[in-house]
């Protein structure tokens, strides 16, 4: 028997039997789990192990915490109840969930993720096209249709809205001091906070990138990064695009999504948002004052 990479016996004993395992490259520095594909019994798989020493230094991974009471890998074990839930809502093909274990009293013990593997191609920058940014639209309006009133984990999510102010300008504050950041921003973020009153909360995922998808036949076709999905006012999210999509992406973006929902004004949230995916490491920045001039997408 051919043993699965990093993981105990007792883990894999109910795992389908593995005939080859191979590991995928880490595509950025601050990735927090290892990717093997593995190829078994019951098909092509992928296994994602988490790196847990690497999420207790990821400030985005500490952001998540403060904000959402997100832990990893403790909640690994919900992966599934999350999977289930995108299913529902997005028109996206979404990875069949098989085993996860996120016991960590065994520190001997990886905790990790399997599930089926999805054909299709990861996304690079030369291949989005308006057709890729309408169906990114498609997937994105979709899961902002399922309103609710409680925000947090992306499964058990249970703080009222009239919580979101104060644990957000917690987690501002704490993520600035760790990165000793005092730009002027940092008091104009924090006043943005003071005002916040979402109306309701929607599943969003705050490292929201491209590579998270597949394409197969020049088309969006899956969603197969599922680990950062939360509930949240659905501004943040949409801030964040700000930073994906060229200006005539975020035109052809706003036509779509403006079929079904009226695109906020982000004025009064923008510096606020913007700091904390900074401090959160979102997108690799180093430089504070050239993220937050980056240009604006939408205006009101």
């Not at 093997?36 to 999420?55: P, S």
């Not at 839930?85 to 028109?91: D, V």
């Not at 940092?186 to 597949?214: G, H, K, N, S």
């Not at 197969?224 to 992406?249: C, G, I, K, S």
Request: proline fraction near 5%.
């Amino acid at each position: 028997m051919v043993s699965y990479p990093l993981l105990s016996l007792a883990q894999q004993q109910n795992l389908p039997a593995l005939i080859k395992a191979t590991p995928l490259p880490t595509l950025f520095e601050d990735s927090t789990h290892q990717l093997w594909q593995c190829e078994t019994i019951d098909g092509e798989m992928i296994l994602k192990i988490c790196d847990t020493q690497h999420i207790q230094h990821s400030s985005f991974w500490q952001g998540m915490s403060l904000l959402f009471d997100v832990q990893l890998p403790a909640q690994l074990g919900e992966f599934n109840l999350v999977y289930d839930l995108i299913r529902q809502h997005s028109p996206l093909r979404i990875p069949e969930y098989i085993a996860s274990d996120s016991d960590n009293r065994n520190k001997q013990q990886r905790s990790f993720i399997l599930t089926k593997m999805i054909a299709g191609k990861m996304i690079e920058g030369k291949d989005i096209d308006d057709e890729m940014v309408r169906s990114l639209a498609t997937h994105i309006s979709e899961l902002h249709a399922k309103k609710q009133s409680q925000w947090g984990k992306g499964i058990h999510a249970e703080f009222e809205l009239d919580m979101w102010q104060e644990r957000f300008k917690n987690c501002l504050t704490t993520l600035a001091a760790a990165a000793r950041v005092t730009e002027p921003c940092l008091a104009e973020a924090l006043m943005q906070a003071e005002a916040m009153t979402p109306d309701y909360a929607v599943p969003i995922m705050p490292d929201l990138r491209w590579d998270q998808f597949l394409q197969q036949d020049g088309r969006l076709s899956a969603l197969v990064d599922l680990d950062a999905v939360v509930h949240a006012p659905r501004e943040l999210e949409l801030v964040l695009l700000e930073y994906l999509l060229t200006a005539q992406q975020a035109t052809v973006f706003k036509q779509y999504y403006e079929k079904t929902h009226t695109l906020p004004d982000l004025s009064a949230v923008r510096i606020a948002y913007r700091l904390l995916l900074f401090l959160m490491n979102v997108l690799g920045s180093q430089d504070c004052k050239q993220w937050m001039a980056a240009p604006y997408r939408w205006q009101p």
